[in-house]
Nanobody, 123 residues
Framework: QVHLVESGGGLVQPGGSLRLSCVVSGSFVSIADMAWYRQNPGKQRELVAGITSGGTTNYADSVKGRFTISRELAKNTAYLQMDSLKAEDTAVYYC?????????????????WGQGTQVTVSS
């Protein structure tokens, strides 16, 4: 089994910062890409930032220059540093890992999601 645990969300004033963490544990063979998404009630989940296995990053236009995605593979941990936060950044944030897992039928890649962490930007 694979487990993802997110942390770091909370309430912050506009202009403030937060750092989200996502730790993956359990039985998997390899890690490929990972990403952070966010979602508000009644809206589609949207990609915030992604990082490939080679370390290439990409960001939504709305967060470029303010958010930074990174990861420590030795710790199976990914981060999302969020600076200069705005009210419109308020959402539930989810991490997603692409993992190679082994089963009775062989090895295959699967997406695994964290449980989500609430980020609220308000004065």
């Amino acid at each position: 089994q694979v487990h993802l645990v997110e942390s770091g969300g909370g309430l912050v004033q506009p202009g403030g910062s937060l750092r989200l963490s996502c730790v993956v544990s359990g039985s998997f063979v390899s890690i490929a890409d990972m990403a952070w998404y966010r979602q508000n009630p009644g809206k589609q989940r949207e990609l915030v930032a992604g990082i490939t296995s080679g370390g290439t990053t990409n960001y939504a236009d709305s967060v470029k220059g303010r958010f930074t995605i990174s990861r420590e593979l030795a710790k199976n941990t990914a981060y999302l540093q969020m600076d200069s936060l705005k009210a419109e950044d308020t959402a539930v944030y989810y991490c997603k890992w692409d993992l190679l897992v082994s089963s009775a039928t062989g090895m295959s890649w699967h997406d695994y999601w964290g449980q989500g962490t609430q980020v609220t930007v308000s004065s």
